[in-house]
């Protein structure tokens, strides 16, 4: 059964840091993009990055651009995907979730979702 499960969410301020992780497993991802997608309250999911699972060629959203960093650590039965999240904004706050798919910005490329975990950023 394949399974993604985020975690690393919470309350910052503006201007402050977190580390987002996700738990891939019940699959082989070696074929997949990994992503993060996120959604605020009363808004449409959107990209944030990707990040292939084999090579680690990287894309981002022009808003995160800079700020944020997308990494991948292949364990046994298990892919690791962490965004590194820098100089956070009020307009960052969301619902984040963790993807995997065949890339791109588009969440109807991306078969497989976690549960999501809430980032809130703080004015």
């Known amino acids: 059964q394949v399974q993604l499960v985020e975690s690393g969410g919470g309350l910052v301020q503006a201007g402050g840091s977190l580390r987002l992780s996700c738990a891939a497993s019940?699959?082989?991802?070696?074929?997949?993009?990994m992503a993060w997608f996120r959604q605020a309250a009363g808004k449409e999911r959107e990209f944030v990055a990707h990040?292939?699972?084999?090579?680690?060629?990287?894309?981002?959203a022009d808003s995160v651009k800079g700020r944020f960093t997308i990494s991948t650590n292949n364990a046994q039965n298990t892919v690791f995907v962490y965004i590194n999240m820098n100089s956070l904004k009020a307009e960052d706050t969301a619902v984040y979730y963790c993807?995997?798919?065949?890339?791109?910005?588009?969440?109807?490329?991306?078969?497989?979702w976690g549960q999501g975990t809430q980032v809130t950023v703080s004015s």
């Open positions: 990040i292939r699972s084999i090579g680690g060629s990287t894309e981002y």
């Open positions: 993807a995997a798919g065949s890339g791109g910005n588009k969440t109807n490329a991306y078969k497989y």
């Open positions: 019940g699959r082989t991802f070696s074929n997949y993009f």
